[in-house]
RNA sequence: GCCCCCUUCGUCUAUCGGUUAGGACGCCAGGUUUUCAACCUGGAAAGAGGAGUUCGAUUCUCCUAGGGGGUGCCA
């Protein structure tokens, strides 16, 4: 995406408008790229104004006679400058999403363009600067949709074309509230945080408001390819957090375990304490983090999960264990595990499939399920009672770590 | 208050006047399974209300209700 953030006075939430000649995208307005025709002129104007409201209070002043006290007018407060609208008929926006849209000019007033210090307001410095820029659509939240009407004025006093205006709908909280930047806004850093892919992030995005048939996941490519104005809903939508979660999981089980690994470590600096992995300039444990990659990512809806469930890798003994691992390692789990000891220690090879073998042949000759095995060496080595599959553990551990973290449990 | 916009399962949506109103997320049940996920199968779940137009309205029109937005020398 380009062109996120704000620059100058404008954000993203104000304006995103496309230049014709490069066809990039802008967001808001510069104040500093300048309108050359209209500010002098408006300047002028605003010296008019400020003699004629002098004269207007001498005037005032005499009318109501000498009345005591020095009335003399040092000076008049700074005045402003207002755009003077058409009083009847009504102003038409032809909207890409909304349709015609008409709102009778009584209802709308004499805005503010120029603040007293000289400055162009909102309203006249998008039109203004859109125009020089060449920019041909103005997309934006519905919101401004009566903002349309009174550009439109402006544009039509200006004598200029008016751009193709399109206002999309608003997407609200989960509780219908608006959801912008002034009120209650989550910035796109927030949902880096809370470990959303911006794959994810554009395709949940993407269907808010628009649809393609019964199409729900869409690459990049199929996007730009089917995306369009013309298709886009009118209604508000709701922000689903368990939908985003889905398609972010979804996304997560397709990413390379690099490109995992490199963003999990890239997002740890913006993560609260308690979500931060301990130890975590250890670049062994990171090491182990991406070989018990496939099993985590399999099992996580959000890169912050990966890192909770990959906390084994990186706590140091003695572990802490958590209540419904401790109450799973009873009497009996603590003697399964005693006896597993000794044929882990015989292992030469330490990988997925000597570790298997093994822990089935100890099954097989102590008639025990594999779940009863599974669930205590669970609890031992990652101190939870969920984890990747239980052989991955192990391999990723190491025979050293393994066989330490059981006897933690056992002696 | 005034103006504008919106209204199909809880949520996101499909439907270009005639459908058993479809899909997805979530939820429930079952299957698979070393846990949890993932995956597979099945299930519950919707046209805000009222008038019209029409042979026939979820679909077109109007009214009501509800929701949202706007109403600044904010953007």
């Known amino acids: 995406m380009p062109g996120w953030g704000s620059n100058g006075t404008g954000s993203l939430f104000t304006s995103i408008s496309a230049p014709a000649a490069t066809g990039r995208l802008w967001t808001g307005f510069s104040t500093t790229a300048t309108h050359i025709d209209v500010m002098p002129r408006l300047k002028s104007l ?119 205006f399109a206002h999309v709908p608003l997407i609200h909280g989960p509780d219908g509230a608006k959801l912008s930047k002034r009120h209650g806004a989550l910035g796109i850093e927030a949902y880096r945080a809370m470990g959303y892919l911006p794959v994810a992030l554009r395709n949940y995005l993407v269907r808010l408001g628009w649809s393609h048939g019964d199409d729900e996941i869409f690459s990049m490519d199929e996007m730009v390819k089917w995306f369009d104005l013309t298709e886009i809903g009118r209604s508000p939508s709701r922000f689903d957090f368990s939908r985003l979660e889905n398609l972010n999981g979804h996304y997560i089980r397709l990413s390379e375990d690099e490109a995992l690994g490199a963003m999990l470590r890239a997002i740890v600096p913006d993560l609260p304490m308690e979500e931060k992995p301990p130890n975590a300039d250890n670049e062994e444990s990171w090491r182990k983090l991406s070989q018990a990659m496939p099993g985590l990512k399999e ?74 095995v599974a669930q205590p060496l669970r609890a031992a080595l990652t101190g939870r009672t969920t984890s990747p599959g239980i052989f991955d553990v192990l391999s990723v551990l190491g025979k050293e770590e393994t066989l330490a973290r059981i006897q933690d449990q056992v002696s």
């Open 299 to 372: 099992r996580a809806k959000t890169l912050v999960d990966i890192l909770n469930a990959g906390r084994f890798v990186f706590a140091s003994r003695p572990l802490e264990i958590d209540d419904k691992a401790g109450k799973l390692l009873d009497e009996d789990a603590r003697n399964v595990l005693r006896a597993l000891l000794q044929p882990l220690e015989a292992l030469h090879e330490w990988n997925v499939s000597e570790i298997e073998a093994a822990l089935r042949e100890f099954t097989g000759m102590s008639g025990l399920k594999l779940g009863k």
């Open 46 to 164: 605003k010296r008019c104004a400020r003699a004629r409201a002098m004269r207007a209070v001498r005037r005032f002043m005499r009318g109501h006679g000498a009345t005591g006290a020095p009335l003399k007018p040092r000076r008049v407060s700074d005045p402003v400058i207002r755009f003077r609208a058409p009083r009847d008929g009504e102003t038409v926006v032809d909207d890409q999403v909304q349709g015609k849209v008409s709102v009778a000019n009584r209802d709308l007033d004499d805005l503010v363009i120029l603040r007293s210090d000289g400055s162009p307001t909102y309203n006249l410095a998008v039109v203004a600067d859109d125009h020089d820029m060449g920019v041909t659509h103005v997309i934006r939240g519905a919101d401004h949709l009566t903002n349309a009407a009174r550009q439109a004025q402006i544009y039509s006093a200006l004598g200029w074309d008016r751009p193709v």
